[in-house]
């Protein structure tokens, strides 16, 4: 039996936001730029950069790679403190406001991995927020994990599947990178693709 192909942590964040967004990018691999994206690359800089160093009594570890063999998940904290007390608490940076729970259960799963890489449990969290430029403490707790690992789940089987989700056609659809691949009013809403196509071959008989 051969093992699975690894979910990137950040696939589990995109279907909580939308599961159609997810399988756009994580299995037909389209990707937009757009003034978030890019706002959010400019803020990750120190964050990417890797450099470690010790902060308010802390060490601050950048740029980590993440894995879970048992999960297959792999991914990357953008930080990681080391306390005094030996607790490890994973950091997410986000440059706007959090989106419903998605920053949450992407933290859970970076945390489900350190918990298998280093042998230690991750009890806490944190979401760093730019926007409002305050920080976000998460309490990692089993309310939290079930609903990551059910998250983990759908993301599995949707990736899996042979079509897309169908769209939100919603508010989120107009915030989205995606919009003008996606169509979600048209996705969302077969019957109007029908009428264009019934349209459209009358116009040409």
């Keep these: ?22 399988a756009l990018i994580h299995v037909e691999g389209l990707w937009v730029e757009s003034e978030h994206t890019l706002r959010g690359q400019l ?17 601050v570890l950048r740029a980590i790679p993440l894995w879970s063999e048992t999960l297959s998940l792999t991914g990357r904290a953008d930080a990681i403190e080391i306390h005094a007390d030996g607790s490890v608490v994973p950091i997410e ?7 419903e729970d998605a920053a949450s259960v992407q933290l859970c799963a970076q945390a489900l991995c350190l918990e298998e890489m280093v042998g230690t449990p991750v009890r806490r969290g944190a979401i760093w927020l730019g926007g409002p430029r305050r920080r976000v403490a998460v309490d990692l707790d089993d309310e939290l994990r079930s609903r990551t690992l059910l998250v983990l789940a759908e993301v599995k089987k949707w990736l899996a599947d042979d079509h897309l989700p169908p769209a939100p056609d919603d508010a989120r659809c107009q915030s989205c990178q995606l919009i003008e691949l996606c169509q979600p009013h048209l996705s969302a809403h077969p019957e109007l693709v029908l009428r264009h196509l019934v349209e459209a071959f009358a116009c040409d008989t």
């Design 93 to 99: 940076y986000k440059m706007g406001t959090q989106h």
């Design 1 to 22: 039996m051969e093992p699975e192909t690894p979910i990137p942590i950040s696939a589990l964040e995109h279907h909580v936001y939308c599961p159609r967004q997810c």
């Design 43 to 59: 803020g990750h800089r120190r964050v990417d950069s890797g450099r470690h160093r010790a902060e308010r009594g802390c060490l």
